[in-house]
């Protein structure tokens, strides 16, 4: 039996025997099918479309078939006679120039809310006018009629919303995101045993690495398995979304997975799990799996640095003995020194050499090897590395650090810190390791927040169960691993966190970083249930470039009032500096890829609750 998840309208058979090119009108839902196919960008997923251009000068109507254009200029070079280059024909038709020739936009049917709706590329700065011009035209030609709207997609559009819904009915961004039911988080093809699993805590036999698992919540660790399908809809930053594509294994949300009866059927069954951009495959399917063969990487740890290192003196070579996150966080440092971005003050890094020294007194070295001996036994393997953490943490740490890291702390004229990890088994190129380790709050007047607690807990987090799986995932040698400290000033008030990813996610090699931002200390990785937060796309100025600056709307933070948490101008300077940082790494990255769109930073940002300065806070490889 073959079960698939439609996510695209059926393509209805054409009436006629030649496919056409293009129709002047669209008078049924079959010639809608005809002619459409999946957008440019993946974004909501669930939808068809079809490009359309209005030609001014002539007054007519195409509305154009995707299975032969995949861009508005070709059809406009090869049908009616378009003698500009792209860039030419971009600046006339996207800017709002009196040398606009076609008003240019997208005709979408979303399954899922059985409504069509046109939307602008975002960069379009098309005056209201022609907006309506382009409904009425479209309205007029179309089966849709008045029930046709029009979406709201870039901030410029939203601040006038109310004066265009006066115009045309009009559709909001959060209306299409909240509907859909279906999301495609890590793209890729696995096989496996298909399982439902309502608790993962509670399991009655463990999970294999050939399960491919049905759960109803985020998880908060990624198992080790082949394959993920969750009810919850994930923002495109979170740990399971990242550490999926890292590991290259297909994951999707798809809210009624557990009350599919067609996906209950291949209940633990073998399956072809495959996900898309906008739909998922279950195929049942006999398939011999083989273990995963990993070739073991040993990690480079210098223990010769034996002191506390100031931030100024942290670059990319000090990653072999500070770990890879108190480099870059030295990195940062150095680059806000001329741009307009701070990095959080107070910053310095405890080297791996003193929680080696640490482990020395300890038994810790011989339950890593018991460790990785019954690694697939889950009870002996929990065991393990519950006696190296209680190890760590009940060794006296050397008071002779505990004296250097005070007067640290205290030179800096801040009372409250982050003690954040910093191993040689995270923020790497090929290894993401987001949201393996712990950082800690240190304080100088809270007794309870000590020194001696943040350093301790933070070294024993090295070991917890899902960084011990992981790296063992990869293949990476447990006794080579190490932890450092990255030390800064914490943040009591933020009147905005988020982070950003430095390429466009939702369209590939195409400019835009998107970014998810939330008021205040909320989370946006991991968020509270039922809370929301601002995910849109935006793009640094480029005078080279035939595109105004523009800012996409996803989604709004539910705790806004459907405004966006940062200004048009604090958006404007943050796509600046991610474009700067980007860059730098860009350079330095060791993959040397040809292709600068399709390279990507994880960045973590705030603004300040009193003066909403930009402050950079960490960096690694968006795997």
């Given at each position: 039996?073959?079960?698939?998840?439609?996510?695209?309208?059926?393509?209805?058979?054409?009436?006629?025997?030649?496919?056409?090119?293009?129709?002047?009108?669209?008078?049924?839902?079959?010639?809608?099918?005809?002619?459409?196919?999946?957008?440019?960008?993946?974004?909501?997923?669930?939808?068809?479309?079809?490009?359309?251009?209005?030609?001014?000068?002539?007054?007519?109507?195409?509305?154009?078939?995707?299975?032969?254009?995949?861009?508005?200029?070709?059809f406009c070079q090869f049908n009616l006679g378009e003698k500009a280059d792209l860039g030419e024909f971009n600046r006339a038709n996207y800017d709002?120039?009196?040398?606009?020739?076609?008003?240019?936009?997208?005709?979408?049917?979303?399954?899922?809310?059985?409504?069509?709706?046109?939307?602008?590329?975002?960069?379009?700065?098309?005056?209201?006018?022609?907006?309506?011009?382009?409904?009425?035209?479209?309205?007029?030609?179309?089966?849709?009629?008045?029930?046709?709207?029009?979406?709201?997609?870039?901030?410029?559009?939203?601040?006038?919303?109310?004066?265009?819904?006066?115009?045309?009915?009009?559709?909001?961004?959060?209306?299409?995101?909240?509907?859909?039911?279906?999301?495609?988080?890590?793209?890729?093809?696995?096989?496996?045993?298909?399982?439902?699993?309502?608790?993962?805590?509670?399991?009655?036999?463990?999970?294999?690495?050939?399960?491919?698992?049905?759960?109803?919540?985020?998880?908060?660790?990624?198992?080790?398995?082949?394959?993920?399908?969750?009810?919850?809809?994930?923002?495109?930053?979170?740990?399971?979304?990242?550490?999926?594509?890292?590991?290259?294994?297909?994951?999707?949300?798809?809210?009624?997975?557990?009350?599919?009866?067609?996906?209950?059927?291949?209940?633990?069954?073998?399956?072809?799990?495959?996900?898309?951009?906008?739909?998922?495959?279950?195929?049942?399917?006999?398939?011999?799996?083989?273990?995963?063969?990993?070739?073991?990487?040993?990690?480079?740890?210098?223990?010769?640095?034996?002191?506390?290192?100031?931030?100024?003196?942290?670059?990319?070579?000090?990653?072999?003995?500070?770990?890879?996150?108190?480099?870059?966080?030295?990195?940062?440092?150095?680059?806000?020194?001329?741009?307009?971005?701070?990095?959080?003050?107070?910053?310095?890094?405890?080297?791996?050499?003193?929680?080696e020294q640490h482990l020395k007194s300890t038994k810790v070295d011989e339950l890593i090897s018991l460790a990785v001996k019954f690694q697939n036994?889950?009870?002996?393997?929990?065991?393990?590395?519950?006696?190296?953490?209680?190890?760590?943490?009940?060794?006296?740490?050397?008071?002779?650090?505990?004296?250097?890291?005070?007067?640290?702390?205290?030179?800096?004229?801040?009372?409250?810190?982050?003690?954040?990890?910093?191993?040689?088994?995270?923020?790497?190129?090929?290894?993401?390791?987001?949201?393996?380790?712990?950082?800690?709050?240190?304080?100088?007047?809270?007794?309870?927040?000590?020194?001696?607690?943040?350093?301790?807990?933070?070294?024993?987090?090295?070991?917890?169960?899902?960084?011990?799986?992981?790296?063992?995932?990869?293949?990476?040698?447990?006794?080579?691993?190490?932890?450092?400290?990255?030390?800064?000033?914490?943040?009591?008030?933020?009147?905005?966190?988020?982070?950003?990813?430095?390429?466009?996610?939702?369209?590939?090699?195409?400019?835009?970083?998107?970014?998810?931002?939330?008021?205040?200390?909320?989370?946006?990785?991991?968020?509270?249930?039922?809370?929301?937060?601002?995910?849109?796309?935006?793009?640094?100025?480029?005078?080279?470039?035939?595109?105004?600056?523009?800012?996409?709307?996803?989604?709004?933070?539910?705790?806004?009032?459907?405004?966006?948490?940062?200004?048009?101008?604090?958006?404007?300077?943050?796509?600046?500096?991610?474009?700067?940082?980007?860059?730098?790494?860009?350079?330095?990255?060791?993959?040397?890829?040809?292709?600068?769109?399709?390279?990507?930073?994880?960045?973590?940002?705030?603004?300040?609750?009193?003066?909403?300065?930009?402050?950079?806070?960490?960096?690694?490889?968006?795997?």
């Amino acid at each position: 039996m073959i079960f698939r998840f439609l996510l695209i309208l059926v393509l209805f058979t054409s009436c006629s025997s030649e496919a056409q090119q293009f129709l002047n009108t669209v008078e049924t839902a079959e010639d809608f099918a005809m002619l459409s196919g999946a957008p440019l960008s993946s974004k909501y997923g669930n939808i068809s479309s079809i490009k359309v251009i209005y030609e001014l000068k002539t007054q007519k109507l195409y509305f154009i078939n995707s299975n032969f254009y995949k861009y508005h200029y070709e059809f406009c070079q090869f049908n009616l006679g378009e003698k500009a280059d792209l860039g030419e024909f971009n600046r006339a038709n996207y800017d709002n120039s009196e040398d606009r020739a076609y008003l240019l936009a997208n005709l979408n049917y979303s399954k899922t809310l059985n409504r069509y709706f046109l939307d602008l590329s975002p960069y379009d700065q098309m005056p209201l006018d022609y907006m309506k011009k382009l409904y009425d035209e479209i309205a007029a030609n179309t089966f849709i009629k008045n029930k046709l709207s029009f979406l709201l997609n870039t901030a410029r559009l939203l601040e006038k919303k109310d004066e265009l819904s006066t115009k045309f009915p009009i559709i909001l961004p959060e209306e299409i995101y909240e509907n859909i039911s279906f999301q495609s988080v890590s793209q890729g093809k696995t096989y496996g045993k298909l399982r439902f699993i309502s608790n993962l805590d509670s399991l009655e036999s463990p999970l294999l690495p050939t399960d491919i698992i049905v759960i109803k919540n985020t998880p908060m660790y990624l198992p080790l398995v082949s394959g993920i399908i969750v009810t919850e809809f994930q923002t495109p930053l979170s740990h399971l979304s990242i550490l999926g594509q890292n590991r290259k294994i297909p994951i999707c949300a798809y809210k009624s997975a557990f009350s599919d009866e067609k996906m209950r059927l291949n209940e633990l069954k073998m399956v072809e799990f495959r996900v898309l951009k906008d739909t998922f495959y279950l195929v049942q399917k006999n398939h011999s799996i083989n273990p995963k063969q990993q070739k073991e990487i040993v990690l480079t740890k210098n223990l010769k640095v034996d002191s506390l290192i100031d931030v100024k003196n942290l670059n990319f070579r000090s990653a072999n003995y500070t770990g890879n996150k108190a480099a870059n966080f030295g990195v940062l440092n150095s680059l806000s020194q001329s741009h307009g971005f701070k990095v959080p003050e107070g910053g310095f890094a405890i080297p791996f050499y003193y929680y080696e020294q640490h482990l020395k007194s300890t038994k810790v070295d011989e339950l890593i090897s018991l460790a990785v001996k019954f690694q697939n036994t889950p009870e002996k393997l929990n065991t393990y590395l519950g006696m190296i953490r209680e190890e760590i943490l009940l060794t006296k740490l050397d008071p002779k650090l505990i004296a250097e890291v005070r007067q640290k702390l205290v030179k800096s004229g801040f009372k409250t810190f982050r003690f954040r990890s910093s191993t040689n088994a995270e923020d790497a190129e090929g290894f993401s390791g987001a949201g393996l380790y712990d950082s800690k709050t240190v304080s100088l007047i809270d007794t309870s927040k000590t020194i001696e607690k943040g350093i301790l807990k933070v070294w024993a987090s090295l070991w917890s169960n899902q960084a011990f799986l992981e790296r063992s995932y990869f293949g990476i040698n447990q006794h080579s691993v190490s932890m450092g400290i990255l030390v800064h000033r914490s943040f009591p008030n933020e009147a905005v966190n988020g982070v950003a990813i430095t390429k466009n996610l939702y369209r590939d090699n195409y400019i835009g970083f998107v970014v998810n931002a939330q008021l205040g200390d909320i989370a946006v990785v991991d968020p509270p249930k039922g809370v929301t937060c601002d995910q849109f796309i935006c793009s640094p100025k480029d005078i080279n470039s035939s595109f105004q600056n523009t800012i996409e709307v996803i989604t709004f933070s539910s705790l806004n009032h459907q405004k966006l948490v940062m200004t048009e101008k604090e958006i404007e300077n943050l796509a600046e500096q991610l474009d700067i940082i980007k860059r730098f790494f860009f350079l330095k990255s060791k993959t040397h890829l040809s292709n600068y769109e399709s390279f990507g930073l994880d960045i973590e940002f705030k603004l300040d609750e009193k003066t909403r300065q930009l402050y950079i806070k960490q960096v690694r490889f968006y795997n």
